[in-house]
């Protein structure tokens, strides 16, 4: 099975379906103890740029329903969900489980495949991965290059849906030293790809950290813990 599957999900439509058809708040609220906000964008909130007028997709399954049957799915279709069987991030079999739930009640039949994450990570770089897949991304510093060439752009590996428009707008925010030629660029880029989803949005977690007080940690913004700086508080 390719990664855009049969085709269904070359249709912009279908993919806006799927953004107004898995419910977000709830996954939030009852699976992450709203530890987590809302993205609109394939950023988080603190990102440069982050374009804080787009709001994100609202939990709409008629709406889905009806992009769904304008695509000529009104059947809707049978569709492959991917999930490790661990990761990085909490719950991911609850979450797929979720929007395996949310998909099929606007009418697609899900197949929820749990994978182990080693294996995952193989489909992935072969694209042999399922259409849909439970995924993070983040990047060492708060800036849209790294994500948007990581994720977005066509000549990356793990790149699933793109566009040579797009990638022109990344170089060029790429090598221009102006941030507002460059906020600007992101906030076409953010605008575009929520019209023409290449991915489900869904949220930015809220990193939770439990020390002894006898540590001395400070978090990184690229949320890394690294040991060796550490220091114990004087006893």
Same mark, same amino acid.
């Given at each position: 099975?390719? /990664?855009?599957? &049969?085709?269904?999900?070359?249709?912009?439509?279908?993919?806006?379906?799927?953004?107004?058809?898995?419910?977000?708040?709830?996954?939030?609220?009852?699976?992450?103890?709203?530890?987590? $906000?809302?993205?609109?964008?394939?950023? =988080?909130?603190?990102?440069?740029?982050?374009?804080?007028?787009? &709001?994100?997709?609202?939990?709409?399954?008629?709406?889905?329903?009806?992009?769904?049957?304008?695509?000529?799915?009104?059947?809707?279709?049978?569709?492959?969900?991917?999930? /490790?069987?661990?990761?990085?991030?909490? &719950? /991911? !079999?609850?979450? @797929?489980?979720?929007?395996?739930?949310?998909?099929? $009640?606007?009418?697609?039949? +899900?197949?929820?495949? +749990?994978?182990?994450?080693?294996? *995952?990570?193989?489909?992935?770089?072969? $694209?042999?991965?399922? =259409?849909?897949?439970?995924?993070?991304?983040?990047?060492?510093?708060?800036?849209?290059? /790294?994500?948007?060439?990581?994720?977005?752009?066509?000549?990356? =590996?793990?790149?699933?849906? @793109?566009?040579?428009?797009?990638?022109?707008?990344?170089?060029?925010?790429?090598?221009?030293?102006?941030?507002?030629? %460059?906020?600007?660029?992101?906030?076409?880029?953010?605008?575009?790809?929520?019209?023409?989803?290449?991915?489900?949005? *869904?949220?930015?977690?809220? !990193?939770?950290?439990?020390?002894?007080?006898?540590?001395?940690?400070?978090?990184?913004?690229?949320? %890394?813990?690294?040991?060796?700086? *550490?220091? $114990? !508080?004087?006893?």
């Amino acid at each position: 099975e390719s /990664p855009l599957g &049969k085709g269904e999900l070359k249709d912009p439509r279908v993919r806006q379906a799927i953004n107004y058809g898995v419910n977000i708040d709830n996954i939030i609220k009852y699976l992450l103890a709203d530890q987590a $906000k809302r993205i609109s964008t394939g950023l =988080p909130p603190l990102s440069f740029a982050y374009d804080k007028a787009l &709001k994100p997709y609202p939990y709409d399954p008629e709406k889905a329903k009806s992009l769904l049957a304008a695509a000529g799915f009104a059947k809707g279709f049978d569709l492959t969900l991917e999930v /490790p069987s661990s990761f990085i991030l909490a &719950k /991911p !079999n609850e979450i @797929g489980q979720a929007m395996q739930a949310d998909l099929q $009640k606007i009418g697609l039949t +899900v197949n929820l495949k +749990v994978t182990e994450l080693a294996t *995952m990570v193989t489909e992935r770089s072969a $694209k042999k991965i399922a =259409p849909m897949y439970l995924w993070s991304w983040g990047s060492d510093f708060l800036d849209p290059e /790294p994500t948007y060439r990581g994720i977005l752009y066509t000549k990356s =590996p793990y790149t699933f849906y @793109g566009k040579a428009a797009w990638d022109k707008l990344i170089d060029d925010a790429a090598v221009s030293l102006d941030q507002t030629t %460059r906020q600007k660029i992101y906030l076409q880029l953010q605008r575009e790809t929520f019209d023409d989803p290449p991915w489900l949005f *869904m949220y930015a977690v809220e !990193n939770i950290y439990g020390l002894n007080k006898q540590v001395q940690f400070t978090p990184r913004t690229d949320e %890394r813990v690294l040991v060796w700086q *550490m220091q $114990k !508080n004087a006893s």
